[in-house]
């Protein structure tokens, strides 16, 4: 009789489990832990404790978590075009696209990113205004925690320390990328401070196939050129931080009339010499005028992003090799392996610096 009445109350302390672990029979799973985060907007948001699936928000938050967590990755912006493949992991390849929040024009998939199925939505890049909001409403709209972190060159070395507290187990790969970020910075900021007035340069910063699209003084894109001790040609009321930055006419390019022009890839570089309005340019009848390297991505900006960090290291050894002493070819691949993971030939590092640093 006692084992019967033991057997009972087995029963009904089971029943009573089943009954309190859900409807119809269906156990609830656990709460995942989280911890409170507070992001550059002063947002405070609920992360999973336990961080290793994560979707990027656009191209720059991409490629700060291509360097960082390729394998945490559950989305990526874009799908990277075939010149770009042997420079980033190879699982970024498969990798659904689900779009840019930012942007002329936003693409974000939400779609998309709810079959992506991540912990938690990471923007990187500038301080919007009303960055706030949009996180808010981004994180309304999926359900899904996001977070936003300032990723400008002075905020960048902040970005990767955030992130290190955000994702398992990456604590010392993000600082090793902060301490670049600062050597860089440090670096800028000694030897910008030697280059004297006579012997400060300005700089045009063009793209696209008229090369008429600039990047003007004050935009996020351009920032390099003025960290690097040289003064931005292009100044114009109405600065964009878009990609492709200010158009500008011949009659102003003439006006601003650069000692250096700086020439994106499918632009003008190869036939600057031979064109009749750009042959008239003081930097192009001094051969001053350089094609930025672009692989993978380009070393200035699009994105304004961690590649910008190279692009310190090459413009200042450009402009001003007497203060920024070093070989290019053995800095390129220093920081391919530290950036990208890629281990960079002599002869790659060449390739990339033939129409810039090597320019005959």
Known sequence: MKQLRSLALILILALLLGLLGGCGGKPQAAAEPTVTFVDSAGRRVEVPANLTRVAPSGAVATMFLASVCPEYMVSIS?????????????????????????????????EALLTAAPQLIIDLGDAKEGIADDMDSLQRQTGIPVVFLEADLPHMAQAFRMLGQLLAGKDERCGELAAYVDETLALAAENSAKVTNTERVSVMYTSGVSGLNTNAAGSTQAQVIELVGADNSIVVEDVSNKGGGNTINLEQLYLFDPDVILFTTGSLFRVAAEDAAWSQLSAVQAGSYYEIPALPYNWMSSPPSLNMLLGVRWLGNLLYPQYYDYDMVAEARRAYGLLWNYDLTEAEARELLANSTLKQ
């Open 78 to 110: 874009s799908t990277p075009s075939s010149s770009q493949y042997k420079y980033l992991d190879s699982r970024l390849l498969t990798l659904p696209t689900t779009g840019q929040l930012y942007g002329s024009k936003s693409t974000i998939n939400l």
